[in-house]
């Protein structure tokens, strides 16, 4: 990112048009994806899938099988199956809903006096929009504690098309971006979803996900109960990834084993 801006802005003499701006960029760009000693927005949602794939194998075979499909035991997943995957798709927005990765949203300020089905709300005032409510609630999400990605899709059989919905849970997850003289919106959203998508399609392809079993035989869950933050993520867990029997010769052709 920052050697595509200054290339893009760099002035024959060296000098570079925007630095402030593009420093500042950067600056929140990193302070962003590296906030809460690590553990940012992407390994949050990637801790989300862990855990909902561990704890509904039905749903992840079902996403296992809408892979192979695809792939046909012939390579790994790239981005440009995502379009043939919808499952994965119906997945992202599952996770981005049950767990919301910034439940309490990020505060905004009103720069002028607004009125919200009559109640004024003057400029200046801060806003928190409950990003957690929004996702949970059951009008627009039945059982929302239930975490099920069919809710994004059409179904046929096994055949599987993306739902439009009223209330898409990506708008909210990365805020709401250009309303009137509003412009706040996440701007990693894209890399984030493109990479989440990459890294749970790959998990999925290579890996069975399950729960670690202790010396009683028992599963050891995870807690659900997140660690409250502004970027919220789930306590220190345990899971076994288990090698897919059919993923071996596409691994050794990758030059991964
Ligand atoms: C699942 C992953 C992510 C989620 C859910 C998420 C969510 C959000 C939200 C809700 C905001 C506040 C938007 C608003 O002002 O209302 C935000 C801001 C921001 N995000 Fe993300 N984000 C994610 C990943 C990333 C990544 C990977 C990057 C960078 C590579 C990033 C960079 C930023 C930056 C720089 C801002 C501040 C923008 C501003 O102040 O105008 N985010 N994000």
Same mark, same amino acid.
């Given at each position: 990112?920052?050697?595509? #801006? *200054? ?9 570079? =048009?925007?630095?402030?701006? $593009?420093?500042?960029?950067?600056? $929140? ?13 992407? =390994? ?6 862990? *855990? ?5 194998p ?8 809408? *892979?192979d499909?695809?792939? @046909?035991?012939? /390579? ?18 599952? *996770? @981005?809903?049950?767990?919301?990765v910034?439940? &309490? &949203? ?8 607004d009125?919200?089905? %009559?109640?004024?709300?003057?400029? &200046?005032?801060m ?7 929004i996702?949970?609630?059951?009008d627009d ?9 069919? /809710?994004?899709?059409? !179904? ?5 098309? #993306?739902?439009?919905v ?7 997850a990365?805020g ?7 412009? /706040? $919106?996440?701007? %990693? /959203? ?19 996900? !399950? ?9 050891i ?5 997140? =660690? ?5 993520h ?24």
């Amino acid at each position: 990112m920052a050697t595509a #801006l *200054i290339e893009e802005n760099l002035r024959p003499d060296g000098t570079i =048009v925007h630095e402030e701006l $593009i420093s500042g960029a950067l600056g $929140i760009t990193y302070l962003v994806s590296n906030d809460e000693g690590g553990a940012d927005t992407t =390994v949050s949602s990637l801790d989300t899938f862990m *855990i909902a794939m561990m704890l509904n194998p039905v749903v992840q075979r079902e996403a296992q099988k809408s *892979i192979d499909e695809v792939l @046909q035991g012939e /390579r790994l997943p790239n981005l440009d199956d995502r379009p043939s995957l919808p499952f994965l798709d119906a997945l992202f927005m599952e *996770i @981005q809903r049950w767990k919301p990765v910034v439940p &309490g &949203g990020i505060a905004h300020r009103s720069t002028h006096d607004d009125i919200y089905e %009559g109640i004024l709300i003057p400029k &200046g005032t801060m806003i928190i929009f409950n990003v957690m409510a929004i996702m949970h609630n059951p009008d627009d999400f039945p059982n929302p504690e239930i975490f099920n990605p069919y /809710r994004f899709l059409e !179904s046929d059989g096994d055949k599987h098309t #993306l739902k439009k919905v009223e209330n898409d849970p990506l708008n909210t997850a990365f805020g709401y971006g250009p309303r009137k003289r509003v412009y /706040r $919106i996440c701007p %990693g /959203r894209h890399f984030a979803t493109s990479w989440l998508w990459l890294e749970m399609s790959t998990i999925l392809a290579i890996f069975d996900i !399950s729960p670690m079993i202790d010396a009683a035989g028992n599963d050891i869950l995870p807690d659900l109960e997140y =660690v409250p933050a502004v970027v919220s993520h789930p306590k220190p867990f345990q899971v076994s990834l288990k090698r897919r029997d059919n993923i071996g010769a596409v691994l050794a052709a990758a030059d991964l084993i």
